[in-house]
């Protein structure tokens, strides 16, 4: 059957709705590559320092690969304008090309997509600037030498320190939310100077309280001499008082457990009694009955 002149088949048209050539198919794969990193959340990585710790990289990389994020690296210079003839810049420069030539190998082993900025002035102001800037940023993480609560104050989303404490061969990493009431986390090193002073302060508390009761006589004789002798039971109860307070707090923080920081007048806000406002009574309007006699 012959087709009529100026009407192409069904079957030509389909074939020629579909790329014949393999490099519009890898367009159209780096077409939507690039849509899905547009929509990608980041982390957001930040150091005042040219090299970014290790420890902090390979946090990033394993929660960007387990959330499918991306990461932004920050290096911030925070004195640009220090006067030594540009050195520390220099170095600044070259510590920071090293950092992200160790950075993409660890993120390329795990198929994360790293961006790396360099900015200059406050932690802060970097922070809250890029977090309003056309990325996606979920969530911050500092290195060290950044106090969380400068960056906290000025970033619209959480901020995360990254600690590590070496125990010979093993690290262990713990990461700390301070926007979050009620959870402490403690870092192996300060956790093992609490319990030294547990045993220390309790040790202490512990002998002066067996002197006392050994040695009855010599304290009834001396304590009640008075005149300059007056001062040792005085002495004595600061001492036991001293010990035993430092061994209390050092038992509690052990264990990871924190006085809740409220100040005074917050409490005493919370304490008043609220007032009730005063009803006034309402005027009777009943009809009533009156009997002239």
């Known amino acids: 059957m012959q087709t009529p002149k100026g009407i192409v088949p069904a079957m030509h048209n389909e074939t020629a ?11 159209i794969d780096r077409q939507l590559l690039l849509e899905r990193q547009k929509d990608r959340p980041f982390i957001l990585v930040v150091t005042r320092n040219g090299h ?21 690296a920050v290096h911030v210079d925070t004195l640009p304008l220090f006067h030594d003839r540009g050195k520390r810049s220099k170095l600044f420069a070259a510590a920071m090309r090293e950092s992200e030539a160790l950075f993409n190998r660890k993120a390329h082993n795990k198929e994360v997509v790293v961006e ?27 290195d060290k030498g950044i106090r969380v609560q400068e960056v906290a104050r000025q970033s619209p989303v959480p901020v995360f320190p990254v600690i590590t404490t070496q125990s010979g061969q093993c690290s262990k990493t713990i990461v700390h939310n301070p926007k979050e009431k009620g959870v402490f986390a403690m870092s192996t090193t300060s956790r093992k100077r609490h319990v030294k002073n547990c045993f220390l302060f309790g ?3 512990s002998g002066l309280y067996a002197a006392v009761f050994v040695n009855q006589d010599a304290v009834m004789t001396y304590f009640t001499k008075g005149g300059a002798f007056a001062l040792l039971p005085v002495a004595t109860v600061f001492a036991v008082s001293y010990f035993h307070g430092n061994f209390t707090s050092a038992f509690w923080s052990a264990l990871g457990i924190e006085a809740s920081k409220k100040t005074a007048a917050q409490r005493v806000e919370a304490d008043q009694p609220v007032k ?5 009574p309402r005027p009777d309007a009943r009809p009533r009955l009156q009997v002239n006699v």
């Open 17 to 27: 709705a579909f790329p014949q050539d393999p490099q519009d198919h890898n367009q």
């Open 52 to 72: 970014l710790s290790e420890h902090v990289m390979e946090y990033a990389v394993n929660v960007a690969h387990r959330l499918q994020y991306g990461i932004l």
């Open 116 to 142: 790396h900025l360099g900015e200059t002035g406050k932690i802060g102001g970097v922070v809250s600037r890029l977090c309003h800037a056309k990325k996606r940023i979920e969530f911050v993480v500092v």
């Open 203 to 205: 040790a202490l508390t």
């Open 276 to 280: 009730e406002g005063v009803v006034a």
